[in-house]
């Protein structure tokens, strides 16, 4: 019994060091993103193909908005509680640089355009 309790100490220890090491991770690529001006927009899952060309236009012009805004996209398919904790903290460091960078309100410029381009 004393060995299974100990055994599941370490396993718990060890999850919340991988735990750490993933923020840290984030922590450090989003310092290096914000040096290259080229800050991730998260999201999960395989994004679906465009039906057809017009759609697909659509998609590259909201990209190439994004990327004025220096934001760039970065996508996985696994999703867990750390990748969410670790992506919020890169969100964190990132946002003040973004809002240095493109100014006040700069999210609702970009959505702004972006909906000039979709309401054509």
């Not at 991730?40 to 017009?54: E, N, V």
Request: with cysteine; proline share 2%.
């Amino acid at each position: 019994m004393r060995k299974l309790f100990v055994i599941l100490l370490i396993f718990c220890f060890s999850c919340k060091q991988n735990e750490s090491n993933l923020i840290l991770e984030y922590e450090k690529m989003a310092k290096n993103d914000i040096e290259k001006d080229s800050v991730k927009l998260f999201s999960h899952g395989l994004p679906l193909p465009p039906r057809d060309k017009k759609e697909q236009y659509l998609i590259e012009k909201q990209d190439s908005i994004k990327r004025i805004f220096g934001l760039y996209k970065s996508s996985t398919c696994i999703v867990s509680d750390e990748l969410t904790q670790a992506e919020k903290k890169y969100d964190e460091i990132t946002q003040e640089y973004l809002e240095k960078r493109n100014g006040k309100n700069w999210e609702q410029k970009m959505q702004k355009q972006i909906d000039s381009i979709i309401n054509q």
